[in-house]
T-cell receptor, first 116, second 112 residues
Framework: EAGVTQFPSHSVIEKGQTVTLRCDPI?????LYWYRRVMGKEIKFLLH????????ESGMPNNRFLAERTGGTYSTLKVQPAELEDSGVYFC??????????????FGNGTRLTVT | DQQVKQNSPSLSVQEGRISILNCDYT??????FLWYKKYPAEGPTFLIS?????DKNEDGRFTVFLNKSAKHLSLHIVPSQPGDSAVYFC???????????FGTGTSLTVIP
């Protein structure tokens, strides 16, 4: 099966610009997660979709971040306007079952975002 | 407030010897504990897991130990191989929740 794919792999933008990250989960996976890792720190939860519904967005840093999952397939994460502290690697992950003992998270390779 | 701590940022081990990676967590109510492995420029991949009702789970060269009283998780790799060189993240989860909480990672280098 095809894995989780993320696009772009790298993005360098200036402060104040807008960036949109895309994630295509494994086909049939209802659960889609966004995580972020700032250099050297933990992988931090941003939000969780079940199909097209936001189940938990408690990790979203502020209202400059907007995630969508239209039709319950791919997801986008938009940062507008970007700030320097938004730099990091953004990971998308999917799973077929919310209970990890049935299905652990499958991660994409991430998008490395650099805001200058 | 970090839920999971990996206090060793790096570890070097000779090929063939045992690698022991450690993880401490804060909440005794976590139900499920996992280890992920990450190569450069790739996403983390699932390695091994254990539920809170067990204290050991083994899969080939990898064994995870859970000490609930100490709120401590460890991963043993025996024997270590150069291909095991990667960053290892521990993660925890509540069964009723949907978040996974990850540590900061430990970079393992296995020296040939």
């Amino acid at each position: 099966e095809a894995g989780v794919t993320q696009f772009p792999s790298h993005s360098v933008i200036e402060k104040g610009q807008t960036v949109t990250l895309r994630c295509d989960p494994i086909s049939g996976h209802d659960n889609l997660y966004w995580y972020r890792r700032v250099m050297g720190k933990e992988i931090k939860f941003l939000l969780h979709f079940v199909k097209e519904s936001k189940q938990d967005e408690s990790g979203m840093p502020n209202n400059r971040f907007l995630a969508e999952r239209t039709g319950g397939t791919y997801s986008t994460l938009k940062v507008q306007p970007a700030e320097l502290e938004d730099s990091g690697v953004y990971f998308c992950a999917s799973s077929s079952d919310i209970r990890s003992y049935n299905s652990p998270l499958h991660f994409g390779n991430g998008t490395r975002l650099t805001v200058t | 407030d970090q839920q999971v701590k990996q206090n060793s940022p790096s570890l070097s081990v000779q090929e063939g010897r045992i690698s022991i990676l450690n993880c401490d967590y804060t909440n005794s109510m976590f139900d499920y504990f996992l280890w992920y492995k990450k190569y450069p420029a790739e996403g983390p991949t699932f390695l091994i897991s254990i539920s809170s009702i067990k204290d050991k789970n083994e899969d080939g060269r990898f064994t995870v130990f859970l000490n609930k009283s100490a709120k401590h998780l460890s991963l043993h790799i025996v024997p270590s191989q150069p291909g095991d060189s990667a960053v290892y993240f521990c993660a925890v989860q509540f069964l009723t929740g949907n978040q996974f909480y990850f540590g900061t990672g430990t970079s393992l280098t296995v020296i040939p």
